[in-house]
């Protein structure tokens, strides 16, 4: 599309809304800041303001539209189902274009060395030198608190495990008719190996045949929602490839909504959702679990897969377990990808009545579906001395199973 015929679709787009306000109770920066700009109708209002020319993309507008998380709590609270996400998407690549090269050169280097292989090695080398240099130590008796986006970047460096360990060849015991591929992501290589390594465990202990494509990469959901679609079709493309004759399977609930939106890959799988609904062999059993587990809902599960039970339905299995929902489930903890880089004040805000809602469980495992989420609350976690895991919940089917 032409500049002239992309803020014609996004000012009727944005005239699909009525103003009535049902989203407004839904949207975790309303709810926060009390402004009507910080609101889905209000970012509605600046976006059609624009696209018809009556307001510059000022810095301030822009903001406002950075702020959203795109949790989509409001779509689904839509009456005139205005489809928001894809709005704000669109907007922002709009919007994106029009700003200095310098900048959008910078972003793309950012974000491409983000969701690299390379990017997620690296994270791994500096967060253990981080670590093991006593830096980490020192930065925090340093007050660093006080300058949020280091603060952020201080939070995740420290949770940076080790990359996992992939099996070279399927299993010699192959399952006739279906052919999995799983999808690693690019954060989760750093954030979560144990998922990815119980996810290949679980996945053959059932029977299944689940390979790892190599040529794979991220699946495109950062660079979208930061302007950048043209580099997210293009993982999108790469993926459709390496996933050739391959149902793909991903662990990160954002990133099978995203892989879902393509179609040669519209039948991307949530491992928690094909687990739970296959038969499993009678030889496989899981050992009982008699304690209490909290169960985090990402806003990707709920709002863009519509599948908020998936965790639930596969932790169901395990004998004796007692699941308990987070409190608050429908509202964003303020991950929302690089939102917790970018926005970090905004972020612990929305991320802190999530750990008070932790803390008066009193359990000690969490699960949650997306890696980002669960990045975001084990720091939220370790930061409020709660002696608490947060695991994807594949992993606790894993231990289980292998007890």
Known sequence: MNPVDISRHLAQ?????????????????????????????????????WAEGELDASPRLLLHLDNCLECLACER????????????????????RSAPAWRRISRAAWLGALASRAGATLAVGLGRLYRSSGLARLTTWGGIHRWPSLAALHRLAIQCERLPRLPASPPARPAPGDRFGLFLGCIARAAQPGAIEASLRVMRGLGLTIRVPADQTCC??????????????????????????LTAVGLASACVAELRGHPPLGATQDLCRLLADRDWPATVRLAPLPQAVAVHVPCSQRNRLGDEDAAFALLR??????????????????????????????????????????????TS???????????????????????????????????????
């Open 317 to 362: 299995r395990i004998p004796g377990i007692s699941l308990v929902p987070l409190p608050d489930n429908a509202f964003c903890c303020g991950a929302a990808g690089t939102y917790l880089l970018q926005r970090p004040v905004l972020s612990r805000a929305l991320l802190a009545p999530k750990i008070a809602s932790l803390a008066a469980l009193r």
């Open 13 to 49: 787009t944005a005239d699909r809304c009525v103003r009535c306000g049902l989203c407004l109770p839904h949207c975790p920066t309303y709810r926060e800041a009390r402004q009507e700009a910080e609101s889905p109708r209000g970012r509605i209002a600046l976006i059609q303001g």
């Open 77 to 96: 609270a839509c009456p005139t189902l205005v489809p928001f996400g894809d709005l704000m998407d669109k907007a922002r690549a709009a919007t994106w």
């Open 365 to 403: 495992i969490l699960v949650t579906t997306n890696t980002g989420c669960a990045l975001h609350l084990a720091a939220g976690a370790r930061e409020a001395g709660l002696e608490v895991e947060v695991l994807h919940p594949v992993e606790l089917i894993d231990r289980q199973m292998r007890s």
């Open 220 to 245: 495109g959901a950062l660079h979208r929602h930061n302007g950048l679609p043209e580099g997210a079709d293009q993982r999108l493309r790469r993926n459709a490839k390496a996933f050739a004759g």
